[in-house]
Every structure is written in structure tokens, then in C-alpha cells.
């Protein structure tokens, strides 16, 4: 019947893209190593673990959102379902900011204390991969609305094929003789066209406004970001390398990020539902003492 071609269609395309990013993710460390060996190699596994463990809250909040936005596009409720993605973008990106503006300032610093002698061009792979991954979260709330959508052959085909250009990017780079390094630069170019693409479908197949997102989310994003850098890369003037700089310069980033975040970021619901949130987990927290 047409409901299980569709289901099969959906469930076909959708494999199709996840195997372009498998290849992607495999590919990578591959091609660094026919270039360049294992100790490099080794690097580019360290920053991807470091990204992942980046990622980790934002990922468990995109599950939670998932199954809301796609009910909300079968009653019919569009508008409501947008404005869901563009929440999933705010609190998604916030939530890895947190933890890779600490990580991108600081990261010499922490794979020093980590590693003590880390791999060649380990900090600065780490610090590209961090930022590919912030650039991804500020449009991680589309791909939820794409799929809720269901018809995704076409952004699939497009996504997919963007991702695995990476690999010949980072290909013709490294037989230009251009550093290792600069698989973190192709990675991040080809995301940052990924994440576009993602505004285009969404606005061709669900009409959410580019405009909305720039004045909603990516401009307070920047605005928040620059300012966490700002106070967190103040402790690196005055201080020197250690657990104490990493420590002050942690807090400063993240606690600036969360006070502009509120204020720049979140409206009036988004605000009482983060105050609901914290509510409920300072409650299970105590109870969790008393016990």
C-alpha cells in the first residue's frame, strides 16, 4: 500500500544520510592516516572524543524534543512545531557553548593535564572540531522539523553528498601538502554548507522564515558567544597555564554565557520553562541528599 511505500521510502532515505555521515566520520581518520600516519591520526581521534563528550546534553535534549515535534506536525500544528525547532536550536547551541568555550580557550591547557604529552596538532584539531560542532547545534532544531516532515528524499540526497565532500576537500588540501590541521578547516566549511542547506529545505518545505532564525537565533548566538570568549580569554592575560586558569577561565566563560543566555536568548516561556527545569532537578537533588 502507499503508507508502507512512504514508511519504507523515509526509512530508505533516511539510512541513505546516515551512511553519508558514517562514511564521513570513518573516512576522516583514513585519510589522515594515509597522509600522515598514526601519531596524527591518533590526534583526530582524541578531538572527535572530545567533541562527542561535548555534545552529550545537547544530543539527550534533541531525543526529548523529537517525538513533541513530530506529534505536533501530525495534528496539523505547524506553527507551534516551528516554534519548537527554533527552541531546540537555542537551547541545543547553549548547551554545547557551555562546554566548547571552555574547551576551545583552554584546550592546550586541558590536554596537557589530560595527556600530559599530547599527539602533534591534537589542540588544534580539537578546537575545530568543537567549533563544527557549535556551528551544527545552531541549526540542529530543522533537522528535527525536516524529518517530522517526512518527505526527505531531496534534503538527504543533498545533505548526505555535502557531508561526504569533506573527504575530497580534505584530499586535495593534504596533496597540496597543506598541514593536518586543515582536515578541521574542511569539516567545518562542509558543515557550515550542511547547516544552509537546512535553512533553504526548511524554508521551501515548511516555510520557516531565514529571517526569523538570523533575528531569533544566530544573532543573539553570536552576541552570547563573543561576549563568554571575551570574559573567559581574560584569565589567560593574568594568569598562567594550570588547573587554576582552566578553573577561573571555565567560570567566567560559562557563567557569563548563562546570564547573557537568559537575557538575550530566551523568551518569556523558554524562561519559565528553564525555571521549571532547574526547579525540578534541585528538588531531586535534595531529596536525593535527605535520603
Not at 98 to 110: C, R, T, W, Y
Not at 167 to 193: D, H, N, Q, R
Not at 246 to 270: A, K, N, P
Request: charged share 15%.
Amino acid at each position: 500500500s502507499s503508507h508502507y511505500r512512504e514508511l519504507f521510502g523515509f526509512v530508505g532515505w533516511k539510512m541513505f544520510g546516515l551512511s553519508c555521515v558514517a562514511f564521513r566520520m570513518q573516512g576522516t581518520p583514513i585519510l589522515l592516516n594515509l597522509f600522515f600516519g598514526p601519531q596524527v591520526n591518533a590526534s583526530y581521534t582524541i578531538a572527535d572524543r572530545v567533541s562527542l563528550q561535548a555534545n552529550t546534553l545537547a544530543k539527550s535534549m534533541m531525543g526529548a524534543f523529537q517525538p513533541a515535534i513530530t506529534s505536533m506536525e501530525g495534528r496539523g500544528e505547524r506553527e507551534l512545531m516551528l516554534q519548537s525547532c527554533l527552541r531546540v536550536c537555542k537551547f541545543g547551541s547553549v548547551l554545547v557553548l557551555m562546554f566548547a568555550i571552555p574547551l576551545i580557550l583552554e584546550m592546550e591547557n586541558v590536554l596537557t593535564l589530560w595527556l600530559r604529552t599530547p599527539p602533534s596538532y591534537t589542540a588544534i584539531l580539537c578546537q575545530w572540531m568543537l567549533a563544527t560542532l557549535i556551528v551544527e547545534r545552531f541549526t540542529a532544531g530543522h533537522m528535527l522539523a525536516i524529518n517530522a516532515y517526512g518527505k526527505i528524499k531531496y534534503y538527504e540526497i543533498v545533505q548526505g553528498l555535502t557531508l561526504l565532500s569533506a573527504l575530497p576537500f580534505g584530499y586535495i588540501l593534504f596533496k597540496s601538502e597543506f598541514a593536518p590541521s586543515y582536515m578541521g578547516l574542511s569539516l567545518f566549511v562542509t558543515i557550515s554548507a550542511y547547516c544552509v542547506g537546512r535553512l533553504i529545505f526548511c524554508k521551501v518545505l515548511l516555510g520557516l522564515s531565514v529571517n526569523v532564525w538570523v533575528k531569533s537565533v544566530f544573532v543573539p548566538l553570536l552576541i552570547v558567544s563573543a561576549l563568554s570568549l571575551s570574559f573567559g580569554f581574560c584569565s589567560r592575560v593574568y594568569l598562567e597555564d594550570g588547573f587554576l586558569r582552566l578553573l577561573v577561565t571555565s567560570s567566567l566563560s560559562v557563567g557569563s554565557l548563562c546570564v547573557s543566555s537568559w537575557f538575550l536568548i530566551l523568551d518569556v516561556v523558554e524562561r519559565k520553562f528553564s525555571q521549571d527545569f532547574l526547579v525540578r532537578i534541585w528538588a531531586r537533588v535534595v531529596s536525593k541528599l535527605k535520603l
